[in-house]
């Protein structure tokens, strides 16, 4: 009898808290969709102001800059416009003469510039050189430029097995390499930025050009993971990651895409490309198209179905015009 009325005056506290439970549930996920909103809705008022009046640029006077792929094209630029701001200049490439080449320009101009033949294929190499700036006292690097990539223009079945292999080597596994002997400084310090030039062959794939697209790609899922890896784990905000994405920049590697509207998809100098990557480091940018406006008309385009958006990209690449004249030439 004393255990009936004990489940009696149970019972009641538990229907209440079967009642009650799911109620608060309920108000509890509405509140947190409600902020939730809220945060979204102030981040989208945050970015469209941000597009008519950009952070104001920050200052990298003083700041030791590592270049890969120094010796040409955007690398070179890169090494002249920011030893001209007033940073410290290190200057990798596996080409000795152009390498000294970017070099006595530096020098010539007054700017403070280190230099070291390195293929950055190769880790050892890598390790090597991080060795020697270390033991010449050359300070530590607080921004990262993994410029370096090559390309070959043919389609997937005429390359050779070593020429996937290398494409891979410099154009993905070295910025690993890089990376791995320059972050854990930047972690310890809360400083630094790393720099990875992709393409928009990293956002479209490209026919005549399948390994490198495949490594364009691979170099914006590395850069994105990583900075998600340094926000929610390391808690190290003072890191920051661009990843560029040029359209078309004439340093030799392409061939010119020839698209419609050339005043948007026109062929750009390495030094204006140049520009427009310091531009998104100083601006503290995490992704950077170069004309900016690519990146805008990216999301549009993926919005829609994928037969539109072939049907866009067919369109911009003008490929019934070219067919015709492949017919007429044929």
């Not at 640029?57 to 010796?71: D, F, R, S």
């Not at 020098?107 to 880790?123: C, I, N, P």
């Not at 993905?172 to 972050?183: G, K, M, P, R």
Request: net charge neutral; hydrophobic share 45%; glycine share 6%.
């Amino acid at each position: 009898m004393a255990a009936l009325r004990s489940v009696a005056r149970i019972q009641p506290r538990y229907l209440v808290s079967k009642i009650l439970n799911p109620l608060f549930d309920v108000s509890r996920l509405s509140y947190e969709l409600f902020v939730l909103s809220t945060r979204i809705s102030l981040e989208i008022i945050i970015a469209t102001y941000r597009l008519l009046i950009p952070v104001s640029m920050k200052n990298l006077c003083g700041e030791t800059v590592l270049v890969t792929g120094a010796g040409h094209g955007i690398g070179k630029e890169l090494a002249v416009q920011l030893a001209g701001m007033g940073c410290i200049v290190v200057c990798w490439d596996n080409d000795r003469d152009a390498n000294r080449s970017t070099m006595n320009e530096i020098l010539e101009a007054g700017g403070e510039v280190y230099g070291y033949v390195v293929d950055v294929a190769k880790r050892m190499e890598i390790r090597e050189a991080v060795r020697l700036m270390r033991k010449v006292g050359i300070p530590e690097v607080t921004i990262l430029v993994n410029n370096a990539a090559i390309l070959m223009h043919k389609s997937l079945l005429s390359h050779e097995d070593n020429e996937i292999e290398d494409t891979f080597a410099v154009n993905v596994f070295s910025n690993f390499w890089t990376i791995e002997a320059f972050l854990p400084a930047m972690l310890q310090n809360d400083k630094g930025h790393i720099v990875c030039m992709s393409s928009m062959c990293g956002i479209y794939g490209i026919p005549q050009k399948v390994p490198y697209c495949s490594s364009k790609f691979a170099i914006r899922g590395f850069m994105e993971a990583l900075r998600e890896e340094v926000r929610l784990f390391q808690r190290k905000l003072g890191v920051r990651f661009t990843t560029i994405y040029p359209f078309y920049v004439n340093t030799g590697l392409a061939r010119d895409p020839k698209y419609r509207f050339p005043y948007i998809f026109r062929a750009v100098s390495p030094a204006y490309a140049a520009q427009e990557v310091i531009k998104a480091v100083r601006r503290d940018y995490t992704e950077y198209s170069i004309p900016r406006c690519l990146f805008s008309l990216n999301s549009i385009n993926r919005i829609l179905p994928e037969s539109a958006m072939r049907l866009i990209l067919d369109y911009l690449a003008d490929i019934s015009n070219k067919e015709q004249q492949s017919e007429e030439s044929s």
